[in-house]
């Protein structure tokens, strides 16, 4: 009488722990898709952030912005004379 | 019914039977023991080996950027095209498109292909850009790949391209920061052992072996508007007196920093092709000249120190030359009685041989030491020159004499840069430094503070009316600083027509902030003298690196205010 009670207790341990790997198996698998997802999207992020930092500096370039400056602007380094110096 | 039928014994067929399966059971047993048990980790060995592979992680290497943070060389993922040959071949259809893809001839293709048959690993084109190996991918060819590899950009260009350096395919530093500071820069790349399909690609991962680790960013002492402003400055000064080459040093007075460094020629790093190294070196650091008349405030310095000399001394440097031994030492034209100021204010090379003569050798010796000469700097650059100064046991009057003004020994223009931050500095000699200083740089005493402050008194007067260098000045700003202009040295002598320009000086004259080195090598224009040639770059560099490091200036008039302190708005 035990006896069968324990086999049926290990029976159902083992149905149970089957199920759990059968389980843990398909998550991993999910979250193995989700990482991968992941990652293709830090390497399109990185991608983009390259180029993006390029193009920043190539908008910074000095000499286009001293000619954006200078022409579109008509900005110019205030002269000698219009300079004071001021001390509290 | 017959109940008496006699049933056939065949014991001897069922024996026969029955060993049959006992054997046929032995024998299955000892396959499944032979497999399962005796050969089981070759077997397994060989099944993983069939699917397991094991992928590299790639590293990320460090970016490098000036001291405020904009980027100097950036690492930009990109894709290396690769093939197995043998798989490729099968599918005659797909070269043509590949080949088109890439940018490749057909025929280069095939023959590549052709000559690597027996490999399993052949690049088709490394380094292309994400978009195209997408394309690539998408063709679904088997036996294409693409790898992960990073390039590095530099998006300063030619402006800060001795500085940086650059590095080679494999990502390794070549010249420059990114040799000097590779360990930094480099991150480790890591090892994963990944799942694979026929197709070669992953289905799964499996462990890791190995995290990969970035590298680390780099923040350099460099401006990286002030390198450009320096750059632009040297290369139109470079151009327009056709001279062979030149280079520019600023250094922050209170740190010690390399604000700028600039040369001419230089290159694009960005794409070397067909470009001789001599194009690489940074002369700022790897080249040497004599320093000439910009060693002066050194002898004076000395002259000084040693209590026989005052500012006001006088020395009769008439008639303009003067014999020592066999050679003569020539003045520019004949000063008469001048005092010590003078000497650096005209720059008379018979004022300072004389006081030289005066003084003990060993003394002139330890200070040129002390600012520098004849050691490398501590600014750790790959390829650095430490310059040339002999020891003064092997000083003859001829050799004390010229020293004074700066011949017989050599110095590279970070050198004569720092040195002139010692007289900045009040004395205070501290290490130069590629690397931004996030903390105050402590330095050592080299000459006494009060001679400092007459030697800048002094050199102020050669940015004036009377003196040298009046095409430094900096509107607004009281500058200091000495010309030279140096016959160059060839093989038998010095050359009467091949010279090098200098101007080495500093600002705020009253509280220096900034020094600055231009030197410019064989002009070959109407000009040549320090002055006239390497000063004006002067005057422009130092106007924007003082506005830029918001340097207040201190030779304008001042308006006192009193501002209202308590919450009025102005």
Do not use: C
Not at chain 1, 35 to 52: F, V
Not at chain 2, 232 to 253: F, M, P, Q, T
């Amino acid at each position: 009488m035990k006896v069968a009670i324990l086999m049926s207790v290990l029976f159902i341990a083992v149905l149970g722990s089957a199920v759990a790997v059968v389980y843990s198996k398909h998550e991993s698998r999910k979250l193995f898709v989700q990482l991968q997802g992941l990652e293709r999207e830090k390497d399109r992020m990185d991608i983009e952030w390259g180029r993006m930092q390029l193009e920043q500096s190539t908008w910074a370039t000095h000499a286009k912005i001293e000619k954006i400056a200078s022409t579109r602007l008509e900005m110019q380094i205030p002269g000698a004379d219009s300079v004071v110096i001021i001390r509290p | 019914m017959k109940k008496e039928q006699t049933i056939p014994v065949y014991n001897q067929r069922r024996l026969f039977l029955l060993l049959l399966f006992v054997v046929a059971i032995a024998l299955l047993m000892w396959r499944a023991l032979d497999l399962q048990v005796i050969n089981r980790d070759f077997l397994k060995n060989q099944g993983e080996a069939r699917y397991l592979r094991v992928v590299k992680i790639p590293a990320h290497r460090g970016m490098i950027m000036d001291r405020h943070g904009d980027a100097l060389a950036i690492s930009t993922p990109v894709e290396s095209v690769w093939v197995n040959p043998v798989d490729l071949v099968g599918q005659p259809d797909v070269l043509p498109r590949l080949a088109k893809i890439l940018n490749i001839k057909l025929d280069q293709l095939k023959q590549v292909l052709a000559s690597r048959m027996n490999k399993e690993f052949v690049y088709l084109k490394r380094r292309v850009n994400p978009d195209i190996a997408k394309k690539v991918l998408d063709l679904q060819a088997e036996g294409v790949f693409t790898q992960r590899e990073f390039r590095r950009y530099y998006p300063a260009g030619e402006v800060a391209a001795h500085v940086i350096g650059f590095t080679n395919i494999d990502d390794k530093g070549q010249e420059g920061v990114e040799l000097a500071y590779n360990d930094w820069l480099r991150g480790s790349s890591g090892k994963k052992r990944v799942i694979k399909d026929r197709l070669g690609r992953i289905v799964g991962d499996v462990e890791n072996i190995k995290a990969s680790r970035s590298g680390r960013d780099l923040y350099l002492s460099i401006d990286r508007r002030i390198q450009y402003l320096a750059y632009r400055e040297l290369k139109k000064a470079v151009k327009y007196h056709r001279a062979r080459s030149g280079s520019a040093v600023l250094l922050d007075v209170n740190t010690g920093e390399i604000l700028a460094v600039v040369n001419q020629p230089s290159y694009n790093p960005n794409n070397r092709r067909g470009l001789s190294s001599s194009r690489y070196r940074n002369r700022a650091v790897t080249d040497v000249f004599e320093p000439g008349s910009t060693m002066k405030p050194f002898t004076i310095a000395t002259a000084l120190e040693s209590k026989k000399y005052t500012p006001s001394t006088i020395i009769n440097t008439a008639p303009g030359r003067m014999k020592v031994g066999r050679n003569t030492i020539h003045d520019h034209s004949n000063y008469g009685k001048i005092d010590v100021t003078h000497v650096i204010t005209k720059s008379s090379n018979v004022g300072a041989s004389k006081i030289s003569l005066s003084l003990d050798a060993e003394k002139i010796w330890g200070l040129f030491t002390r600012v520098g000469f004849g050691t490398a700097t501590a600014s750790g650059f790959p390829g650095e020159s430490s310059g040339l100064l002999s020891h003064y046991s092997r000083w003859h009057d001829i050799e004390r004499a010229t020293l004074s003004y700066g011949y017989g020994l050599s110095v590279t223009p970070l050198q004569l840069a720092h040195a002139y931050s010692v007289i900045a500095a009040n004395g205070i000699s501290r290490p130069v430094s590629f690397i931004r200083q996030d903390s105050p740089v402590k330095g050592e005493r080299a000459i006494s503070a009060k001679v400092t402050r007459q030697l800048r008194k002094m050199m102020k007067t050669v940015v004036s009316a009377e003196g040298t260098g009046l095409k430094a000045s900096v509107h607004g700003y009281q500058v200091a600083g000495k010309t030279g202009t140096i016959h160059k040295s060839t093989s038998g002598g010095y050359a009467d027509d091949r010279y090098i320009a200098v101007f080495a000086g500093m600002a705020p004259a009253s509280n220096p902030r900034l020094v600055l080195v231009v030197m410019i090598n064989e002009p070959r224009g109407d000009d040549y003298y320090g002055g006239l040639v390497a000063a004006p770059v002067f005057s422009k560099v130092m106007s924007g690196a003082l506005r830029l490091m918001d340097v207040p200036p201190d030779n304008l008039p001042v308006i006192q205010t009193k501002l209202n302190g308590r919450g009025g708005r102005s």
